[in-house]
C-alpha cells in the first residue's frame, strides 16, 4: 500500500492483478485497485474531479481526466474516509499510475489539489 497527505487529505492505494480478466497473449493485463481518502481535516470537502497518468513499461502514456470518481462527486466530513474500487488495463506485465483529485472545501468553496501517489502495477510473477 502507498499513502500521501495533502493539505490535510490522506490517500491509500492498494494493487491486485486481475489474473481471471487478463489475457497476456493478447497484450492485455488488468489490475484492479482500491483508493481510500481519509479526511484528516477540520472542514468538510467534496472531491470534484480526477486525473490520472497512467505508464506502461513499454513507453505507452495515457492521461484519463474528469467529473468525480466511479460516477460519484462524494462528501467526506472531518474524520470519515472514503473508499471506491476501479480498474485499468495495461499492454505489458508492468506500469504505474499516478495522478491528482480536485477538491473542495464546502464552507468557503475553495478548491485545492491533492496528490494520488504513485503506485505499481506489476503481474506477480514478475516479482521472483
Known amino acids: 500500500m502507498v499513502t500521501a497527505i495533502t493539505q490535510g487529505v490522506k490517500i491509500s492505494v492498494e494493487t491486485v492483478y486481475q489474473d481471471e480478466y487478463s489475457n497476456p497473449a493478447n497484450e492485455h ?3 484492479a485497485y482500491r483508493i481510500n481518502i481519509e479526511n484528516l481535516s477540520e472542514y468538510s470537502i467534496q472531491l470534484k474531479r480526477r486525473q490520472w497518468f497512467i505508464f506502461d513499461s513499454n513507453g505507452t ?3 484519463v481526466e474528469g467529473e468525480g470518481v466511479v460516477g460519484l462527486q ?22 504505474n499510475m499516478s495522478g491528482n483529485y480536485l477538491m473542495q ?3 468557503d468553496e475553495t478548491e485545492f489539489t491533492v496528490e494520488i501517489p504513485e503506485f505499481q502495477l506489476i503481474v506477480p510473477y514478475r516479482l521472483n
Do not use: K, W
Not at 75 to 81: A, D, L, R, T
Open 29 to 31: 493485463f488488468m489490475f
Open 61 to 63: 502514456q495515457r492521461e
Open 74 to 95: 462524494p462528501v467526506i466530513e472531518p474524520g470519515e474516509n472514503y473508499s471506491y474500487d476501479s480498474g485499468c488495463h495495461l499492454t505489458t506485465d508492468i506500469g
Open 105 to 107: 472545501r464546502l464552507a
